[in-house]
C-alpha cells in the first residue's frame, strides 16, 4: 500500500511541474515556496524558470565568462584530453558559442547549461556557480553505498539511512510523512536498478553528468554514493551526487530494489526534497534581489584603495594561495551517526580540522585530515606539531593518512604537512609551476610592476614567486614576459616563466631534518580517491617524492580509480582575478571581463603544477594509479576507525 500512496503522491508533483510550464504562472511562484527550508522540487522548478530570459545578463555573464577562460591554464588540453581522461575532450569556444547563439526560454535555462558544461568538464576549479540557481541540494532519503557482501559488490541504500537521514530534521521527514512515503523499510535494501538501468550503469551516467569536480571518472563514480568526511571541525556523511545532488532537476528516483529480509523485487519511486541553502526571500522580486542580483562582494576590488574591508585581512601578510573544490553538499552537511565516530583515543592536536587517533594495536597513529581549509592557518601548522610529538611520545611507530573527501585549501599547508613529514632534507616541498602568458596577463604583471603591488594585495606580483633555485623573485622581476613557448594539442599557448612556491616563508613551526616516522611506514588511505587540488598535490607530493603506499577504497568492479581526484593548483575565484585586473588599474582595458550583474562565481585554475616525474606533464593529466585498491564492506563504508584498522 505505502508505494502505491507514493506513487500517488509523486503523480500530484509531476502533475504541479507540468502545470507550472503550461499554464501561465498562477500567483507568485517562490511567494509559495518562501520561509521554507524544504519544498518539493517541481515547486522550486516554477519559482526559478519564473524569470524570463534577459539577453543583457546573458552577455555579461558569457562575456565574463568567456575572458576568464583566457586565463584557465587547461583550456587547450581540453580539445584531445589525454588518456585515461579522454571522456572530459571538450571544445570550451565552441560551446561558449553554441550557449551564445541557443534560444533559451528562461533565465534558468541558460543558468543552468552555462552551468552544466562548466561541471562536465569535470574540474572543479573552473566552474561557474549561478547563486540563483544552485543554492538548493535536492535530497532523497535513500544515500546509495557501494560495498562488496559475500565476494560481491554491489549497491545498496545505506543501512544507517534511518539515523542518518533523521538528522537532516523533522521538517524533512515530515514532508516525506505526509506524502505517505514509507522512507525507513528502504533502510539495507539492495539495489538491482535505477531508472531502469543496471545500478553501476546508472552510476556511471551520474558521474558524467552530475558529479564534475574530478577529472578522473572513477573518482566521480566513488562521489555518486554516500561516504564520511570531516565538514567544518566535525564528522559528518555525505549523501553523494544521485542521493544530494546540487540544484533540483529530478523530483524522484525510479529504484528498483530487495528489502532486507525479502526476496522479492519491487520497484518504487523514491521522492527527491528540495533543502534551501540561500538567503531568505517573501516572494519573486526578493528571491531575485537576495539570490540571483549581484551582492558587494560578486566582483573583486581595486586593493591600492585604503580602507577598504579585504585590504584589513589582506595586509597582515601575503595573500595565501587556495587551491581547492566547492562541495555545495556541504553547506547542509549532518552529523556521522554516533555510532561511527571514532572510540580510539583522541590525541592533542584534533579541535580543527584535522583529527588524531591512536588505534586499539598502539602502533599505529590515524591523522585524519579533513581539509587544508582551516580557520586558521597558523593553528593548523600547530596542530600538526602536536599530533605527531604526541604520537612519537606515546611510541607510535606507523602512520596512516586518512584524506577522504578532502576538498583541499590552503596551497601552503598541503607543503607543509608534506615537508613536516618528509623532513626538511628533501628541501623544495612544491612544484615547479606556470600560469598563461595571454596578453592581459603580461600587461598585469607589467603594470604591478610599475605601481610598485607586492604580494600583500596581488597574486600576479613576482614576489609571490621563488626562481627555481629557492631565492625570491624580487617584486620588480618580470616572470611572464618574455613568455615560454609552449603548445598543446597543435595550439600555440605561450606561459610564464618556471617559478617555484615560496610557501616556506608562511611556514610557523620549525620543519625536522629528518623525517618523524620512517617514511616507508607512513601509508595514505583515501576512501574514494576524492581528494582534491591542495590534498591532491599533498599526496602527489607523497606518492612521486617519498614512493608512499596510498589505498583508495571503493569504485566500480573493473574500472580504475586515480588517487588524486582533481589536481590543478592554485585556483581563483571571479572575485580573485577582478581584483587583480582592478588592483593594476586594468580594469578598462578591452581585453578585461565586465563586473557580473547577478550573484555568481566564475572560478579557474590559474596555475599548472608540473609532475616531478615529468616536468612536461601537469600533475592533473599524469596517471597516477593507486598501490592499493580495497572494496567497501558493511563494516567500513561508513566507519572510520574500521577502515582504518582495517587499513
Ligand atoms: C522547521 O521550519 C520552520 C519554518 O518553516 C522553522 O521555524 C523551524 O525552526 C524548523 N525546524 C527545524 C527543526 O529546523
Ligand atoms: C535585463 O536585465 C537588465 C540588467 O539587470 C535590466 O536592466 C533589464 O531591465 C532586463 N531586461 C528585461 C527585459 O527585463
Ligand atoms: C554572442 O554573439 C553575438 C552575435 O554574434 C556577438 O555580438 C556577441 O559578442 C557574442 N557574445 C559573446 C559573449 O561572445
Ligand atoms: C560541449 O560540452 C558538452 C558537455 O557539457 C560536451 O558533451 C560537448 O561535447 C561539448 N561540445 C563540443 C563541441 O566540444
Ligand atoms: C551472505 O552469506 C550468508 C551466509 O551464506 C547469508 O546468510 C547471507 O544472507 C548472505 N548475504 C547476502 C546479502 O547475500
Ligand atoms: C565545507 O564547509 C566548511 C565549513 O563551512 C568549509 O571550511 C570547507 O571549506 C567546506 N568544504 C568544501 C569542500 O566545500
Ligand atoms: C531481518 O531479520 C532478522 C532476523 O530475523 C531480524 O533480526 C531483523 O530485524 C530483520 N530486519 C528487518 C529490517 O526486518
Ligand atoms: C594499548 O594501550 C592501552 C593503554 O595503555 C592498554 O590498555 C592496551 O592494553 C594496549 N593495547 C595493546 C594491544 O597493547
Ligand atoms: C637564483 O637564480 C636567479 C635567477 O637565475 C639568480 O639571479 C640568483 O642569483 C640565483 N640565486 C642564487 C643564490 O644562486
Ligand atoms: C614526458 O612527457 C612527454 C609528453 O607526454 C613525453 O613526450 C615524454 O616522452 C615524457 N618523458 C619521459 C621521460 O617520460
Not at 540561500?278 to 576590488?301: H, I, K, L, R
Not at 589536481?567 to 581563483?572: D, F, K, P, R, S
Not at 582575478?577 to 557580473?596: F, M, V
Amino acid at each position: 500500500m505505502l508505494p502505491l500512496q507514493s506513487l500517488a503522491s509523486l503523480a500530484a508533483v509531476v502533475t504541479s511541474y507540468h502545470q507550472a510550464f503550461a499554464a501561465p504562472a498562477p500567483s507568485d511562484p517562490c511567494a509559495a515556496i518562501a520561509g521554507k527550508l524544504f519544498v518539493l522540487p517541481a515547486d522550486v522548478l516554477a519559482c526559478e524558470r519564473s524569470f524570463p530570459f534577459n539577453e543583457t545578463l546573458r552577455q555579461n555573464v558569457l562575456t565574463t565568462v568567456s575572458r576568464v577562460f583566457d586565463f584557465y591554464t587547461f583550456e587547450n588540453w581540453y580539445l584531445d584530453s589525454p588518456p585515461p581522461f579522454q571522456e572530459s575532450t571538450n571544445n570550451i569556444r565552441a560551446n561558449l558559442t553554441r550557449i551564445n547563439t541557443t534560444q533559451y526560454e528562461t533565465d534558468y535555462d541558460f543558468n543552468i547549461d552555462l552551468y552544466d558544461f562548466t561541471t562536465q568538464l569535470n574540474d572543479g576549479h573552473t566552474r561557474w556557480f549561478t547563486n540563483c540557481y544552485t543554492n538548493w541540494q535536492n535530497i532523497l532519503p535513500a544515500p546509495f553505498i557501494n560495498v562488496e557482501i559475500n565476494g560481491t559488490q554491489g549497491v545498496y541504500i545505506a543501512p544507517d539511512t534511518v539515523d542518518f537521514i533523521s538528522s537532516i530534521g523533522t521538517n524533512y521527514t515530515d514532508l516525506l510523512d505526509e506524502m505517505g512515503f514509507d522512507w525507513q523499510r528502504l533502510a539495507g535494501a539492495q539495489v538491482t536498478a535505477l531508472e531502469g538501468q543496471d545500478p553501476y550503469d546508472y552510476a556511471d551516467f551520474v558521474a558524467d553528468t552530475v558529479s564534475g569536480n574530478f577529472l578522473d571518472h572513477g573518482v566521480r563514480v566513488n562521489s555518486v554514493f554516500s561516504s564520511y568526511r570531516i565538514s567544518g571541525t566535525d564528522f559528518s556523511q555525505r549523501l553523494g551526487d544521485l542521493a544530494g545532488p546540487t540544484g533540483v532537476k529530478q523530483t524522484s528516483l525510479e529504484v528498483k530494489l530487495i528489502t532486507v529480509n525479502s526476496t522479492t523485487e519491487e520497484t518504487v519511486s523514491i521522492p527527491y526534497i528540495a533543502s534551501f541553502l540561500g538567503v531568505a526571500f517573501t516572494d519573486q522580486a526578493s528571491y531575485w534581489e537576495n539570490n540571483c542580483a549581484a551582492t558587494p562582494d560578486t566582483n573583486g576590488m581595486d586593493l591600492r584603495t585604503s580602507g577598504s574591508s579585504r585590504v584589513s585581512t589582506a595586509t597582515a601578510r601575503r595573500r595565501l594561495a587556495q587551491g581547492n573544490i566547492i562541495d555545495k553538499s556541504n553547506d547542509s552537511a549532518v552529523g556521522l551517526p554516533p555510532q561511527f565516530i571514532p572510540t580510539a583515543p583522541q590525541i592533542d592536536g584534533s579541535e580543527g580540522v584535522i583529527k588524531n587517533f591512536i588505534l586499539p594495536d598502539n602502533q599505529t597513529g590515524v591523522m585524519f585530515v579533513g581539509s587544508f581549509e582551516p580557520d586558521d592557518f597558523d593553528q593548523f601548522q600547530a596542530d600538526t606539531v602536536a599530533a605527531i610529538s604526541a604520537f612519537q611520545s606515546a611510541g607510535i611507530s606507523r602512520l596512516l593518512v586518512d584524506l577522504t573527501n578532502n576538498g583541499g585549501g590552503f596551497v601552503c599547508l598541503g607543503q607543509f604537512l608534506f615537508q613536516y613529514l618528509a623532513g626538511s632534507k628533501i628541501g623544495y616541498p612544491g612544484f615547479v609551476s606556470t600560469n598563461r602568458a595571454n596578453p592581459l596577463a603580461q600587461k598585469i604583471v607589467a603594470a604591478d610592476i610599475a605601481l610598485g603591488n607586492d604580494d600583500t594585495i596581488t597574486f600576479y606580483s613576482a614576489d609571490n614567486w621563488a626562481f627555481l633555485n629557492d631565492t625570491e623573485m624580487p617584486e620588480s622581476y618580470n616572470y611572464i614576459d618574455p613568455s615560454l613557448p609552449f603548445t598543446v594539442n597543435s595550439v600555440n599557448e605561450p606561459t610564464s616563466q618556471r617559478f617555484h612556491d615560496t610557501c616556506q616563508l608562511s611556514f610557523t613551526q620549525t620543519i625536522p631534518e629528518d623525517p618523524p616516522f620512517l617514511t616507508e611506514n607512513v601509508a595514505i588511505v583515501k576512501t574514494l580517491g576524492n581528494c582534491a587540488s591542495t590534498c591532491a598535490m599533498f599526496s602527489t607530493l607523497m606518492n612521486e617524492r617519498l614512493q608512499t603506499k596510498i589505498a583508495v577504497f571503493g569504485g566500480k568492479p573493473g574500472e580504475n580509480v586515480e588517487f588524486k581526484g582533481m589536481a590543478g593548483n592554485q585556483v581563483l575565484e571571479w572575485a580573485d582575478i577582478d581584483t587583480e585586473i582592478k588592483t593594476a588599474g586594468l580594469k578598462d582595458d578591452h581585453l578585461a571581463p565586465p563586473d557580473l550583474l547577478v550573484s555568481g562565481d566564475f572560478r579557474h585554475n590559474w596555475r599548472t603544477a608540473w609532475s616531478w616525474l615529468n616536468e612536461s606533464i601537469p600533475i592533473a593529466y599524469l596517471s597516477e594509479l593507486p598501490k592499493i585498491r580495497f572494496p567497501y564492506t558493511l563494516e567500513t563504508y561508513n566507519d572510520p576507525q574500521n577502515l582504518w584498522v582495517f587499513a
